[in-house]
């Protein structure tokens, strides 16, 4: 008579872990304006006139600031979106959108 062992199930460990975040960082430059850029801060990320100022007064004083943290795929399309967002009308000498990147997020924008 052979006797069989059942083998006890292998538990696959279930972590549903969040996707990593990532910040969506403006670049400054000299070639658009504080309305420009509170134009397209609230056309592609919604943000208020209040808040855009303050981004807008940031990324002009310390030379960036982070528009957004969210996963990448996101983060990706955002940084798409703002280098696509055209001239400012406003600055004749203006020949581009703004400058942005993605990078990881410490956990504090």
């Avoid at 056309?43 to 100022?53: D, E, L, N, Q, R």
């Amino acid at each position: 008579m052979t006797s069989t062992v059942a083998r006890p199930k292998e538990k696959k460990a279930q972590k549903t872990q969040g996707l990593p975040p990532y910040n969506v960082v403006l670049l400054d430059d000299e070639d658009h304006s504080y309305e420009y850029v509170i134009r397209m801060l609230g056309a592609i990320f919604g943000h208020s006139p209040a808040k855009a100022f303050q981004m807008a007064v940031k990324v002009d004083t310390v030379g960036r600031v982070v528009v957004a943290t969210t996963n990448r795929e996101v983060a990706e399309l955002k940084r798409d979106q703002i280098l696509a967002f055209g001239p400012d009308p406003l600055i004749p000498r203006c020949k581009g959108s703004m400058s942005a990147i993605i990078e990881p997020s410490s956990g504090g924008s």
